[in-house]
């Protein structure tokens, strides 16, 4: 079937209005699940009506392809524990950018023999956008495996920091740049573009290495800008303007998630990307204050927890590990039929990717009108009887505010410490994933109740019974 | 094509992009990545053409190569983000399908 060109931008046009609506309906709950359909509804008949593209001649190699790639993306996306879904999309978005690269190549390829053919070069528009989806694909894909090993704790989750990678990095990039123009110079020899290609691959290994821990969501987000802009700049080499609709759409939703993840932290990009968190040496000044630490059992917690009239639940990551998400709406069950309030209160940074904890406790069941963000809490803080952090840290350090030397003071936090009590749920008193004390853990208020946090939570749930 | 009219369209879609997730709430925020994620699988419409053409063997099999690759970006984001979404629910609002 040959389809008209017309026909085929047509039909790209109601695609790409598909996805903008698709998009919108994203910004509620309610409507989100529409969202998504329409917005898969669209990708759909975009590539439907490829197919009727002229140049396309056989079907078997798309078939194939098509095939092996919606088994693997079908058996992923249902096996995949809610508990995994910062690795699985940071592997997606290695994917998308690989085949962004797959695509500028092939594009180069074409473009090359069509030039030998007629005698005419290939214009330098095309050969600079080919190179940027060669190069911006191919560091998508290895900085996404890197952060899928880091985060998937394959491999070691710690920043790699080494002075001078912001010169090696820089140097990496224009050396990219430089086989770029020797081949622009001489299309024949193969070599410099296979140096570019490599040299991507390497350059997406060096960006993400010196990257790690608290600073992960930083990392998915622009990863993910990365995997939009690949396929922008992929849809420049070929001249499709879907690929470029859909792809700046990517592109420009990730880059908002980058700026509120920082904001989050109180970071600047360049900050998260060459500074390496957790590797910061603080100094043991000023921790006098801290006093001692008051471990409680499940038990007398119990006895507090059913005197409180109104308790604010504050997750992190360590609540995931746990996979504690079900036993904590257990007991936010067993907390309102004793006649308490229940809210939960997510720090953007919570978890290893933005709005990690909401998925986590939308599986658990927790109604989403029950999650509150820091802005909407801290004001009340001082009106809930119980403040339950359970395996956050940093995201409830009073450090932020109050010590001026602390590597995260001016973070925004929860400020977990104004509660009448809090409660810490926690393994042991080592530091989080930053590494800077806390000294949220020996306020007057605070009482610590180490263990498992799934197996404290049930002991707690079995005294409501 | 006229390359400024492309650079236009990257610009416009660039600060649409930004108008439209603004508005996005941060308990949806994963959902958002999974399924925009799943949207910059478009590629797949660039690789099906280079797959497809018999010209050029060596950008076919790239182009296969990139087919599968965006594919499962495509049906493993939708799907996965699907999964999510369908477990958003409102308090008193039932099964909030």
Request: aromatic share 8%; charged share 10%; net charge neutral.
């Amino acid at each position: 079937m040959n389809i008209d060109d017309t026909l085929i931008n047509l039909v790209y046009v109601a695609a790409a209005v598909l996805f903008i609506l698709g998009l919108k309906l994203l910004g509620s709950p309610a409507t989100a699940r529409k969202g998504n359909l329409i917005s898969a509804v669209g990708m759909l008949i975009a590539v439907v009506v490829t197919l009727g593209n002229q140049q396309i001649l056989s079907f078997e190699l798309i078939a194939v392809g098509v095939a092996v790639g919606a088994l693997v993306g079908a058996i992923v996306s249902r096996k995949v524990a809610m508990t995994s879904m910062p690795e699985m999309v940071a592997l997606f978005n290695g994917f998308g950018g690989l085949a962004s690269l797959f695509v500028g190549w092939a594009a180069l390829s074409v473009a090359l023999v069509a030039a030998l053919r007629s005698g005419v070069a290939v214009d330098n528009f095309s050969l600079v956008t080919i190179f940027l989806s060669i190069l911006i694909g191919g560091l998508t894909f290895t900085g996404s495996l890197l952060a899928y090993g880091k985060l998937s704790e394959k491999i070691s989750g710690r920043a790699f920091v080494y002075s001078g990678q912001r010169i090696v990095n820089s140097g990496i990039l224009l050396a990219v740049l430089v086989c770029a123009a020797l081949f622009f110079q001489d299309s024949a020899n193969d070599n410099w573009l296979y140096l570019a290609v490599g040299l991507s691959l390497m350059l997406g290994v060096m960006f993400v290495l010196p990257i790690g821990g608290a600073d992960m969501p930083v990392v998915i987000s622009l990863l993910n800008s990365f995997s939009g802009l690949a396929a922008a700049a992929a849809g420049f080499a070929i001249g499709n303007i879907l690929l470029i609709v859909a792809g700046s759409l990517v592109g420009a939703s990730g880059i908002i998630l980058t700026s509120i993840m920082c904001k989050a932290m109180n970071r600047s990009l360049t900050n998260v990307l060459f500074s390496g968190f957790g590797t910061v040496k603080v100094s043991a000044g000023p921790v006098i204050e801290q006093g001692e630490v008051k471990p409680m059992s499940a038990e007398d917690a119990y006895y507090v927890l059913e005197a409180a009239a109104s308790v604010v639940i504050i997750p992190g990551y360590g609540m995931a590990v746990a996979q504690a998400q079900h036993a904590v709406k257990e007991l936010q069950g067993m907390l309102e039929k004793n006649g308490a309030e229940v809210v939960y209160a997510i720090h953007p940074v919570a978890g290893r990717m933005p709005g990690h904890m909401n998925v986590l406790l939308a599986e658990a069941d927790v109604p989403y009108d029950l999650l509150l963000e820091m802005d909407q809490v801290n004001p009340r803080m001082d009106s809930f009887d119980v403040a339950i952090v359970i395996g956050a840290n940093d995201v409830v350090n009073p450090a932020a505010r109050e010590v001026e030397s602390s590597p995260i003071y001016g973070m925004p936090v929860i400020n977990a410490d104004q509660a009448r009590t809090v409660f810490v749920l926690k393994r042991s008193m080592a530091t989080g994933f930053a590494g800077i004390d806390n000294p949220l853990f020996f306020k007057e208020n605070t009482r610590m109740l180490f263990g498992d946090a799934k197996a404290t939570l049930g002991s707690l749930v079995k005294s409501f019974d | 094509m006229d390359i400024i009219i492309l650079i236009f369209v990257f610009v416009l879609a660039i600060f649409l992009g930004v108008e439209l997730i603004n508005k996005v709430p941060s308990t949806l925020h994963t959902p958002l990545m999974s399924g925009s994620n799943a949207i910059s699988g478009i590629t797949l419409v660039g690789a099906l053409v280079s797959a497809g053409s018999t010209h050029n063997e060596f950008a076919s099999i790239l182009g296969v190569l990139a087919v599968a690759f965006a594919t499962i970006n495509v049906v493993g984001g939708y799907m996965v983000t699907d999964r999510m979404l369908a477990m958003f629910k409102k308090k008193e609002g039932g099964n909030g399908k």
